[in-house]
């Protein structure tokens, strides 16, 4: 079952326009297919492959040979970076999402970095990015949550006017209650809990693991990227982007009064003594650097004048790169189906962060660019030449070497052009850019990530499916990898 993803009121149709792709020898000089350096960062190429999570680890959150099978395929198109999906770094059930919070889980992302090595030649460097996530149920049924979950309040019984009522009864008034009464009396997170589903906030620090995060975390984030090192991953990529734990203490909307919230330098100390603390675990010669937003796209989000910000702390913290994506958040994703998470690339937000074809007079392009170039350009006047990853829309080389001629960005991400075929980069470099499967931006794949299914490509998972040795999604109807490309 599908939750209707947002898109502008405009519906304008737009179609992907990658332009004329270079000859060899174009390439060649092209700044996109040339080396970058900065400090422990140094790619062969300033292309880069943004994490994405294929719903493809087991259920306890190893990795499996179709994790393997995805990486190594992605490799072979040799991108400068490739940054692994976003990784559990608690050890805690989270589904079928890579963990890295227990040694047990080394073995396998050691493995994962064996496959890239050799499918990439030794060209990809490879990252891992390491999220933490607070709490989130499903919406509850109406009867269900107001006979069993709901804890009953003098302010229900006052509403109600039974202050001497058994508890039975005030659930028995609030059942029979239309939506607005009800409504009007319960707080509003209680009716939050019951339209969209409980779902823990950083802000929420009458709990006392919320309450802790800033203990706790800084010590998990340096373990999991303690763990990377040793599992031989080239860096470890912080995740201070979307609807995650950092990102929302980042968020406008955090407004906890313990020093980690309220103002921005505020909202700010708990990543950066994330980052100090995974510094000291990993040393001062391995590569670490954050994914956060331009911009939240909610009302009352950060905006681009706090990223800026952010931007340049990061950078004078010491940083290795920067990567910077766009909303994504929970607090205007789409209500979910009754048994259904609410998930937050639903909403307008979540449309800046993956934007789709259909859109306003703008289209899918760059939506990114102009906060990207403004947070670049105050890291470049604070004074460091931090690198900074860009991705939105991107899928043709003219677009991603003007982005980089102009000094918008210094290094080129493309997720859904990557999946759509992971060899684009390489055919661009070869002169083939020609044959480059271009993504069309219509989100099936994004669907597919919505319903934690198998993440694959509509444009080539149907091709040659019935063909001997090809791996199939557990519904047994879409090809696992995209099909292969020989380099003549
Ligand atoms: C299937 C899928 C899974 C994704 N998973 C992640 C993730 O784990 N971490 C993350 O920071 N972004 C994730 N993203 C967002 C992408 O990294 C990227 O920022 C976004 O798709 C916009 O770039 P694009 O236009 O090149 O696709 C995901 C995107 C897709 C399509
Ligand atoms: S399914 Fe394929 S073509 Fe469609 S948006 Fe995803 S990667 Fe692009």
Redesign the pocket.
Known sequence: MRREMYKPSQRIKHKPDPGKPPSAAEAEKSRLFSPISYQNLHLEQCTWV?????WRASEDGFVTDDVLDWYERMARGQPGALVV??TGIRDVPSGPLLRMGDDRFIPGLRELVEVVRRASDGHTQLFI?MIDFLAIRRRPERGKFLRRFLEITDSHRQHLGGEQLAESKIREKLLSLSEEELRSVLTEREYENLARGFRERVTDVHLQHIRDLPLVLPKLFAAAAERAQRAGMDGVEL?Y??AYTMASFLSAGNQREDGYGGAREKRLRLPLEVYTHVREAVGDDYVVGC?FLSDECIADGSDVEDAKYFGVEFARAGMDFLSI?RGGKFEDAAQPRTGWAAYPYTGPSGYE??PSWISDEQGPFGRNVAPVAAIRDAIRQAGFSTPVVI????HGFEQAEALLETGKADII?????S?ADPDWFLKLRLGRGDEVRVCEYTNS??GL?QKHKQ?TCKLWDRSDRDQAGIKLSRDGRRRLVAPPWEPK
């Open positions: 943004p994490a994405m999570v294929p999906e976003a990015q995740h982007a979307h994914r994506s962060c993956m991705a939105g829309g991107i991400a493309a997720a859904r052009q999946l794949c994004e990530d993440v």
